[in-house]
């Protein structure tokens, strides 16, 4: 099994809509939890860090948490042509390694 | 002013040889990584550096060999490149307060091994 799994895409949405990426871990234990934006040739960038349940909200962008269920969801509100990227989601034991999942490519149709 | 900085950013080299990729970090940060992101965009840690020390060694093969000659610098020097090493490599930095902790990329190195 997989440490960190994304839904697969590539995910498609038009402009203005909300683009829903998730993200389950395996490990129980973990206790940090990211969202990365790799726009393409580029390095990782990140957008978002959470850390307890529930959710956390920065701009057009909201973490959602639930670590009873392992699971991690990124929603881009109002998603913009210049949110098309690849959005990582990454997950931290607090053992210096940073496990990244494969990745969810998504498109915003102008 | 950048952050996290690696050269060069473009490699392309033979099969066979040995190469060298530098990684300098002016963040101030304790904690050091190489990150190595095939074909498929999976992005996989090699290597982690705490203040100097090697803390992470992932399943790398023994020609890749990291060296933090400090706390702002990691080189990665490989030895007798494989096809299968063409890739981008990314250097990272983070430092952890209290629990939390967010890593910062470098623009990655584009090896390419003829």
């Known amino acids: 099994q997989k440490e960190v799994e994304q839904n697969s895409g590539p995910l498609s949405v038009p402009e203005g809509a909300i683009a829903s990426l998730n993200c389950t871990y395996s490990d129980r234990v973990s206790q940090s939890f990211f969202w990365y934006r790799q726009y393409s040739g580029k390095s990782p960038e990140l957008i978002m860090s959470i850390y307890s349940n529930g959710d956390k909200e920065d701009g057009r962008f909201t973490a959602q948490l639930n670590k009873a269920s392992q699971y991690v969801s990124l929603l881009i509100r109002d998603s913009q042509p210049s949110d098309s990227a690849t959005y990582l989601c990454a997950v931290n034991n607090n053992d210096y390694k940073l496990s990244f999942g494969a990745g969810t490519t998504v498109t915003v149709r102008a | 002013d950048t952050a996290v900085s690696q050269t060069p950013k473009y490699l392309v080299t033979q099969m066979g040889n040995d190469k060298s990729i530098k990684c300098e970090q002016n963040l101030g940060h304790d904690t050091m990584y190489w990150y190595k992101q095939d074909s498929k965009k999976f992005l996989k840690i090699m290597f982690s550096?705490?203040?100097?020390?090697?803390?992470i060694n992932e399943t790398v093969p023994n020609r890749f060999s990291p060296k933090s000659p400090d706390k702002a610098h990691l080189n990665l020097h490989i030895n007798s490149l494989e096809l299968g090493d063409s890739a981008v490599y990314f250097c990272?930095?983070?430092?952890?307060?209290?629990?939390?902790?967010?890593?910062?990329f470098g623009p990655g190195t584009r090896l390419l091994v003829l």
């Open positions: 550096y705490n203040n100097k020390e090697l803390i």
């Open positions: 990272a930095s983070s430092q952890v307060e209290l629990t939390q902790e967010t890593q910062y």
